[in-house]
């Protein structure tokens, strides 16, 4: 009974951390902080696309399959045949910045090390963030036109493992 109030009051304290802003050129930038089970990302059985693996390896290419399964539902029945996507605005953003790091691959303007340590960081806060309530965030990140300001953007959340 003990651990389990100590486990419940350290939650909180976490929670009440990690939400801050700060003022950045007189502009309020927030930083948003989720937790999350560390087994997610270990235990992965999703359909990983071989093209992710070759430009990114198996971790990057696992990151972008759980992100998929999450993001994107079919429908049960013959009249619900179009995909639906769960959170369109975080999914778009995360999918775009995918595509400029694999044409930055192609160009040789970034290694394929850099990129993938870019993305593991990037895929496994995008994930946390579908199961959690981020208006706020997707607030921000519609207004990042480029993958330099997505990321910056991204930057500012936090994931932290209960």
């Known amino acids: 009974m003990k651990l389990s109030k100590l486990l419940f009051t350290l939650s909180i304290c976490i929670n009440m951390s990690c939400y801050s802003a700060y003022a950045e050129n007189s502009k ?3 930083k948003f902080c989720y937790q999350y089970d560390p087994h997610i990302f270990t ?3 999703s359909n990983v696309s071989k093209k992710d693996i070759k430009y990114f390896g198996p971790k990057v290419a696992q ?3 759980l992100l998929n399964e999450a993001c994107v539902q079919y429908g049960t ?3 619900e045949y179009k995909p639906r996507l769960v959170k369109p605005l975080l999914y778009n953003t995360l999918i775009k910045t995918i595509s400029f790091y694999k044409k930055e691959i192609r160009k040789g303007n970034i290694s394929k090390e850099e ?3 870019t993305l593991t960081e990037l895929l ?3 994930y946390v963030c579908v199961f959690e309530d981020t208006t706020q965030l997707e607030e921000q990140l519609a207004s990042a036109d480029t993958p330099e300001k997505i990321m910056e ?7 932290v493992a209960y």
């Open 115 to 117: 990129a993938t340590a």
């Open 124 to 126: 496994q806060k995008g």
């Open 63 to 65: 990151l972008i399959a």
């Open 153 to 159: 953007i991204m930057g500012n959340v936090s994931i």
């Open 43 to 45: 235990d992965v059985k």
């Open 28 to 30: 309020s930038t927030e």
């Open 77 to 79: 029945s013959e009249s």
